[in-house]
């Protein structure tokens, strides 16, 4: 089993900058990829980065040369990197251990909240 604890949400003006990290525990040498999810009210859940074991990195557009994700393979840390955001971006960010397309493990979230 698979434990994931996020941190680093908060409240900040649009432009800003907010690094999340998520320590991960438990079984995790199944692990292929993990990411970075986000859900605003109303609205589902969709990821926003991942990161393979081997380090490949995707994102989704709408965040794309302004969000970076990476892993501390030795602190079992997985970090997003949030620059330049935007109020479009205020959502709970959860993050994620894949198993192929399977979501094997979920954070509890944390809260980001950008004003405008």
């Known amino acids: 089993q698979v434990q994931l604890v996020e941190s680093g949400g908060g409240l900040v003006q649009a432009g800003g900058s907010l690094r999340l990290s998520c320590t991960v525990s438990?079984?995790?040498?199944?692990?292929?990829?993990m990411g970075w999810y986000r859900q605003a009210p109303g609205k589902q859940r969709d990821v926003v980065a991942l990161?393979?074991?081997?380090?490949?990195?995707n994102y989704a557009d709408s965040v794309k040369g302004r969000f970076t994700i990476s892993r501390d393979n030795v602190k079992n840390t997985v970090y997003l990197q949030m620059n330049s955001l935007k109020a479009e971006d205020t959502a709970v960010y959860h993050c994620a251990a894949r198993r192929g397309a399977f979501v094997a493990a979920w954070g509890q979230g944390t809260q980001v909240t950008v004003s405008s």
């Open positions: 990161i393979t074991s081997g380090g490949a990195t």
């Open positions: 438990g079984i995790i040498f199944s692990i292929d990829a």
